[in-house]
């Protein structure tokens, strides 16, 4: 049963795929909203892109197109100038690709104690939401938690590590 349901979607992908117009080919096989409801993308060797591999294309180009961190002052959840500007371009994003859903994550450098840093991430990843909603984005597609000091970007003690370690990270959700 499993091989005929594979089966079935693989000629479901390729008919998709060979009825294409030409606009939907000279663009890379997408066309519309650029959001992609299907079960996989068409690659150019004639392959069908899985879910997983066309979500961490995805994250890559959230991550390096649009950015996917903002980082934070000591003992703060106030959004500075650049990450107001990386969560504009989120919002962006999110309006370009209407499907997608994001978890943000808050985190906290190594001082403070747990139960501290668990709420300062938490702090974090709300401020992050709250402005992502004050941009149009729906509640709905948002999600937050929070590891305080429990996942470190960096490694050290000292200011450049916290720093790096102050963060809120958006990932694409399913």
């Known amino acids: ?87 504009d371009r989120q919002a962006a994003f999110l309006r370009r690709y209407p499907t997608v859903m994001l978890r943000i994550e808050g985190h906290a450098d190594e001082r403070g104690t747990r139960e501290y840093n668990l709420a300062l991430g938490d702090r974090r990843a709300q401020s992050v939401k709250e402005y992502l909603l004050a941009q149009g984005v729906a509640s709905g597609r948002l999600s937050t938690s929070t590891f305080g000091k429990e996942r470190p970007e960096a490694n050290g003690a000292n200011e450049q590590a916290w720093a790096q370690n102050r963060r809120a990270i958006s990932v694409i959700a399913q």
């Open 1 to 87: 049963m499993r091989r005929i349901a594979v089966t079935f979607t693989a000629l479901t992908a390729l008919l998709a795929v060979a009825a294409c117009s030409d606009q939907a080919q000279q663009s890379g096989g997408v066309t519309g909203s650029g959001s992609n409801t299907g079960g996989g993308v068409a690659r150019p060797s004639g392959n069908v892109m899985s879910e997983a591999e066309r979500l961490a294309q995805m994250q890559r180009e959230f991550q390096t197109s649009v950015g996917d961190r903002v980082y934070y002052g000591t003992d703060s959840h106030s959004l500075n100038a650049d990450a107001k500007a990386t969560l």
